[in-house]
């Protein structure tokens, strides 16, 4: 059983920046797949953006592209979230999700296509 703890949400004016964090443990698969969602009041969990390997595979949101940067630290087994240029729409609770690397297709952006979860870190922007 994975068990995902992300940190480093609060609060951030408009056009300033955070870094997401998220660590793991318990893992018993090589090579996960790592992303983040977030979901605002109301609406529906919304992809951000995915590390599907090493460096250079990494896929984002058109609304998140050029802004934010996904990356990992393998010795310390996280994965971190760099959000700059933050916009008052990217308020919401941000979620750590990751599914082993295994046979078969999946959609990336689908939330039903990870396995675990972690609980949470909310993100306020300012205006």
């Known amino acids: 059983q994975v068990h995902l703890v992300e940190s480093g949400g609060g609060v951030v004016q408009a056009g300033g920046s955070l870094r997401l964090s998220c660590a793991a443990s318990g893992r018993t698969f090589s090579r996960p797949i790592t992303g983040w969602f977030r979901q605002a009041p109301g609406e529906p969990r919304e992809f951000v953006g995915v590390?599907?390997?090493?460096?250079?595979?990494?896929r984002y949101a058109d609304s998140v592209k050029g802004r934010f940067t996904i990356s990992r630290d393998n010795a310390e087994d996280t994965v971190y979230l760099q959000m700059n240029s933050l916009k008052f729409e990217a308020t919401a609770v941000y979620y750590c999700?990751?599914?082993?690397?295994?046979?078969?297709?999946?959609?990336?952006?689908?939330?039903?296509?990870?396995?675990?979860w972690g609980q949470g870190t909310q993100v306020t922007v300012s205006s």
């Open positions: 999700v990751e599914r082993p690397s295994r046979s078969g297709a999946y959609i990336y952006t689908d939330p039903t296509a990870y396995d675990y």
């Open positions: 590390l599907l390997g090493g460096a250079g595979s990494e």
